[in-house]
């Protein structure tokens, strides 16, 4: 993918301004799934939604997100990471900009949904510039690190930012904030990233093939997402099946296609199969404990939104901390030791939190097990993508990136779906979590995460060294 090396020169001083562009975008991405929380309220009483069709404003973005990832991260192969992550950031910045001006629910959620595909360009373009840009080694290691911390960060400072905003300037400003940062981001791509280069494939065939498979995983969170949302479990599951058959469909048509969209060899690149998997189960866990934990600070210990909000602060920074440290952990240690003890550490935060839950703990009862989780999945964050990026050749690294960004997105609405569900948010009748169901629901994802780890050690196979 020669349009993702960074213009020669001053090759040093071009890379490092290149990363702070491509971490700003990912904190961008992963901002706007939490900035709109706070706001909501607002945006029920301004435009007259539904209780429960307000929920949708925050659902659609990610249920688009995740569906088109895997597309965008083929196209990032056949048409450059400099123009997927150019076009990208434009699909988001107009449906930020018309979200921003909706005067009616429904354009609001449309928006919010073509927000989520331009979203799905940018994530894969932006990992798979810095996989492009720096060869594999300690270098590349470390900008992946500060590539997990920037996903991080833009969680926490999404709800602080929604409440800051709202309170300042009302729900409009939670999507135009969007405008003016694309607009310095797309013309700092044309300063910063090189030329996108002269090869251009034409995927037509790979577009078309690919419609089953973007309506089957659409299916698949929109089924998580109702799950958690508190509707019958026969819905869920009627449009998970619905998903995965059109998933299936999408595999069958795919391996006919002469060029397809997701080519069978990539599976046998050394560990790209199983950390995808380990990233489904870890990653997906560990979002969802974020979430989990989200719900229980505010229905079980009675903290306003904002002060649950405040309370992710530390999380963030933890997760920043471990994630920027864990190439020196790789370096010395391997990667798949830092796999191994991220899910690990993981499993122990998760157990404190199941402890503190049943104890009706109090939110400094759940910091210690929080901060665990924090680090833990930082660690693990980091060492799935240096392993899945390991010894793939750059003109699949798009494919690459757009598999681990995906199994992320599909993993965290899985599980959310059924630790929520679990805890007893999703009751159908306006239940809230509780103590009791929290501490059952971390104890699920404890047992999930230290599979994790086992598995993690049994199956993944130390990456090849650099070349």
Known sequence: MSGARVGDGSATARRGVAMVLLCGAQLLLLLDFSIVNLALPDMRGSLGFSTSGVQWVASAYAVTFGGFLLLGGRLVDLLGGRRLLVTGLAVFGLASLAGGCAPVPEVLVAMRAVQGVGAAMVAPAVLALITTTFPE??????????????????FGLGVLLGGVLT?????????????PLVVAAVAAAFQVLGAPGERVERPRAEVFGAV???????LVIYGCTVLAGGETATSAAVLVALGCLGVGVFLAVDRRLRRPLLPSQVF??????????LGLLGNGTFGASTSLLSLQLQDATGLTPLAAGLFFVPFGVGVALSATSTSRLVARY?????????SAVMAVGTALLMRASAANGTWDALLPGMLLVAVGGGAFYTAVTIIGTAGVPDRQQGLASGLLNMTTQLGTALCVAVLVTV????????????????????G????????????????VRAPHPAR
């Open 334 to 342: 391997g990667a798949k030791r830092a796999l191994v003890g991220g």
């Open 212 to 218: 089953p498979g973007i309506a089957g995983l659409i």
């Open 167 to 179: 309170d300042g300037f009302g729900w409009r400003a939670v999507l135009l904030v969007n405008v």
């Open 137 to 154: 080694g300690p270098h590349r290691n470390r900008m992946i690190g500060w590539f997990v911390a920037a996903s991080a960060s833009g």
């Open 444 to 459: 699920v994802a404890t047992a999930v995460v230290a599979a994790v780890a086992v598995l993690a050690a049994l199956t």
């Open 423 to 442: 805890a007893g948010a999703g009751g159908g009748s306006g239940a809230v979590v509780t103590t009791s169901g929290t501490a059952a629901a971390f």
């Open 268 to 277: 046998r690149l050394r560990n790209v199969g199983a950390v995808n998997a």
